[in-house]
């Protein structure tokens, strides 16, 4: 059974930048099929997505964070990571890492995300 | 970017209840909608996918329809375990988006 789980530090200095890695068990990462992702979910508010991860690289984020987020894949670990620079207290949220997969129909692709990690909080503070 | 919205934000409701829960696209993004639960300190769980589809294992009085621009996710008779925060995303784009949400809570 595929499991995904975050790791990082829980706690980053205003201006740093924040590195979680997402390790994949239970499956290969290396699949042609899926894309892997990372997801936020502020206190108290809503998720929003970061961004995807193809295991060739090909990655696509969100154009709000586009500037500070470089997601990578470390197909020999069966690893993916996010890193988030010059942090604020705004950044400080529950993380999640998540796959995606498609259900071809009609000839189209749609894809919709079936496995989480639990989430891992990291709070922004000095 | 395509944004998502939801309503109502926040609804009350009893076991035993219908309740609709509806998602808005800012523009149309086909069947490309999925909906998710997600109870407090847990991660979201899958229930839609592509507008309609049951995802394995969940319940029956879970369903969803619509196209388009307009989404809806019905749950045909609360149980009590159904309540906790509902949110669409859409997968028209490679970059996805999610509604605000919808917490579900107990009249």
């Known amino acids: 059974q595929l499991q995904l789980q975050e790791s990082g530090p829980g706690l980053v200095k205003p201006s740093e930048t924040l590195s979680l890695t997402c390790t994949v068990s239970?499956?290969?990462?290396?699949?042609?099929?899926?894309?892997w992702g990372w997801i936020r979910q502020p206190p108290g508010k809503g998720l929003e997505w970061i961004g995807s991860?193809?295991?060739?690289?090909?990655?696509y984020y969100n154009p709000s964070l586009n500037s500070r987020v470089t997601i990578s894949v470390d197909t020999s670990k069966n690893q993916f990571s996010l890193k988030l620079s010059s942090v604020t207290a705004a950044d400080t949220a529950v993380f999640y890492c998540?796959?995606?997969?498609?259900?071809?129909?009609?000839?189209?692709?749609?894809?919709?995300?079936?496995?989480w990690g639990k989430g891992t909080t990291v709070t922004v503070s000095s | 970017d395509i944004q998502m919205t939801q309503s109502p934000s926040s609804l009350s409701a009893s076991v035993g209840d219908r309740v609709t829960i509806t998602c808005r696209a800012s523009?149309?993004?086909?069947?490309?909608l999925n909906w998710y639960q997600q109870k407090p300190g847990k991660a979201p769980k899958l229930l839609i996918y592509?507008?309609?589809n049951l995802q394995s294992g969940v319940p029956s009085r879970f369903s969803g329809s619509g196209s388009g621009t307009d989404f809806t996710l019905t749950i045909s008779s609360l149980q009590p375990e159904d309540f906790a925060t509902y949110s669409c995303?859409?997968?028209?784009?490679?970059?996805?988006?999610f509604g605000q949400g919808t917490k579900l809570e107990i009249k």
């Open positions: 523009q149309s993004i086909g069947s490309y």
């Open positions: 239970g499956g290969s990462i290396s699949s042609d099929t899926y894309y």
């Open positions: 995303q859409q997968s028209f784009t490679t970059r996805y988006s």
């Open positions: 998540a796959r995606s997969l498609p259900l071809l129909k009609g000839g189209y692709y749609y894809y919709y995300m079936d496995v």
């Open positions: 991860i193809y295991y060739s690289g090909t990655t």
């Open positions: 592509a507008a309609s």
